[in-house]
């Protein structure tokens, strides 16, 4: 167990839906990361949160936001859902997003999102 | 910019064969490399990592990676192979600094044949 916890596990939705994915992070982890797993895109980064300010910007679309919370939980807003939204969407934490490079990310078991 | 790149997509190997799953990096400083691994059903789960401390790195599961600079790889290894092992593996570097994210390889599914 990673103690990072994602809900839901599963969601099924159709096109030009808006879901919102959940993330907590480990105890005491201040940096979120959401990571987008596709067959063809493979693992792509999408966004960093560090104390509930945002820190970096991977290939994350526009109709895609997130926020991180006082608590330190995160959420992953998809909007406009489209049939290659369809992916498992990972959230990792860390212990900090400051020249933290060799610490390591720790990922929750995902959500797999399903566009009809 | 950094990154890294797996060869082989999918990797056969027997039970009690060496396994072996490539990694080659490319970074404009010295970098910081990861291998992951991810079971069926699950999330990824680290299983070593490089920060220039030792060129071999031990991890868990029995797997080991060496870092090789003239090579620009970071291969990883494990003696004998168990049905267990069966996995997709992925291969990461570290942009360090504010960021820290990882960027990831396209990842190897590793099977065990009995």
Known sequence: DSGVTQTPKHLITATGQRVTLRCSPRSGDLSVYWYQQSLDQGLQFLIQYYNGEERAKGNILERFSAQQFPDLHSELNLSSLELGDSALYFCASSPTGADSYNSPLHFGNGTRLTVT | ?114
């Not at chain 2, 400083?29 to 790195?57: C, D, E, I, M, R």
């Not at chain 2, 870092?67 to 593996?89: I, N, Q, R, V």
């Open chain 2, 1 to 114: 910019a950094q990154s890294v790149t797996q060869l082989g997509s999918h990797v056969s190997v027997s039970e009690g064969a060496l396994v072996l799953l490539r990694c080659n990096y490319s970074s404009s400083v010295p970098p910081y490399l990861f291998w992951y691994v991810q079971y069926p059903n699950q999330g990824l789960q680290l299983l070593l990592k490089y920060t220039s401390a030792a060129t071999l790195v031990k991890g868990i599961n029995g797997f080991e990676a060496e870092f090789k600079k003239s090579e620009t790889s970071f291969h990883l290894t494990k003696p004998s192979a168990h049905m267990s092992d069966a996995a997709e593996y992925f291969c990461a570097v570290s942009t360090g600094g504010a960021t820290n994210k990882l960027i990831f390889g396209t990842g190897t599914l590793l099977a065990v044949q009995p």
